[in-house]
C-alpha cells in the first residue's frame, strides 16, 4: 500500500481539509479522490508530485 494525499481546496484556493489515502495504485487513488470531488476541487498528490486535479461536481 502506498500513502497519497487529497487535499480539499476551499473557494479561496487554499487547502482547506488534507486526507491521506492508503491505495494499492495511483488508478485506486484516483477513483477515490474523484469521489471526493463532492461540491468542492480536489488535488491528488503523491509525495511532491501532483497527480491529478478534479473539479467539483
Known amino acids: 500500500m502506498q500513502q497519497?494525499?487529497?487535499?480539499?481546496?476551499g473557494?479561496?484556493?487554499h487547502?482547506?481539509?488534507q486526507?491521506?489515502?492508503m491505495c494499492k495504485d495511483e488508478a485506486e487513488a484516483k477513483k477515490?479522490?474523484?469521489h471526493l470531488a463532492d461540491g468542492c476541487d480536489v488535488?491528488?498528490?503523491?509525495q511532491d508530485r501532483?497527480?491529478?486535479e478534479f473539479k467539483s461536481e
Open 11 to 13: 473557494l479561496d484556493g
Open 15 to 17: 487547502i482547506e481539509l
Open 43 to 46: 488535488e491528488l498528490w503523491y
Open 50 to 52: 501532483k497527480i491529478a
Open 19 to 21: 486526507l491521506v489515502l
Open 32 to 34: 477515490r479522490a474523484r
Open 4 to 9: 497519497y494525499r487529497a487535499y480539499i481546496m
